[in-house]
């Protein structure tokens, strides 16, 4: 999953040892810099584990998903220790909720409505204030 705007897709590793992000759709923003973490939907990883970076993103005439190429975070061959997750708690993998919100919200929606939503949101609590301020002042 793509951290910033939550865009969906399948890490893959490659037999010459690259990653790539499968099945993002092309309607997703997603960017070389874009850190992908893990989204704990299925169950076995726990959500927001660091994966990769995006190093390059690819789209063909016609295609329906992006090509999108990840720098592992890390490489096995670096590691000293390893921690094994035998098992999640609730806290550590996606509840009904997540899971629910991530599928009935676009996937990868642009950047700039989400902070427009952000900021539309924010705009409507002062909107309230305002008006439980006049209020208490008659």
């Known amino acids: 999953m793509v951290q910033d705007t939550r ?8 037999a010459d040892g690259t990653l790539r992000l499968e099945y993002v759709s092309v309607d997703s923003d997603v960017k070389v810099g ?30 329906v998903y992006y090509t999108i190429v990840v720098r592992a975070q890390t490489t096995a061959e670096n590691n000293e220790e390893v921690l094994v997750i035998t098992s ?10 997540d899971v629910s919100t991530a599928n009935s919200t676009p996937q990868g929606t642009s950047r700039d409505a989400a902070t427009k939503t952000k900021d539309e949101s924010s705009d409507d609590s002062s909107d309230t204030s305002e008006t439980t301020d006049s209020g208490s002042n008659e």
Request: charge should be negative.
């Open 34 to 63: 874009d850190i992908i973490v893990t989204s704990g939907i299925g169950g076995v990883f726990p959500k927001g584990l660091p994966l990769g970076t995006v190093s390059s993103v690819e789209k063909s005439a016609n295609d």
């Open 88 to 97: 999640l708690t609730d806290e550590q993998s996606a509840s009904d909720e």
């Open 7 to 14: 865009a969906q897709g399948m890490l893959q590793g490659q």
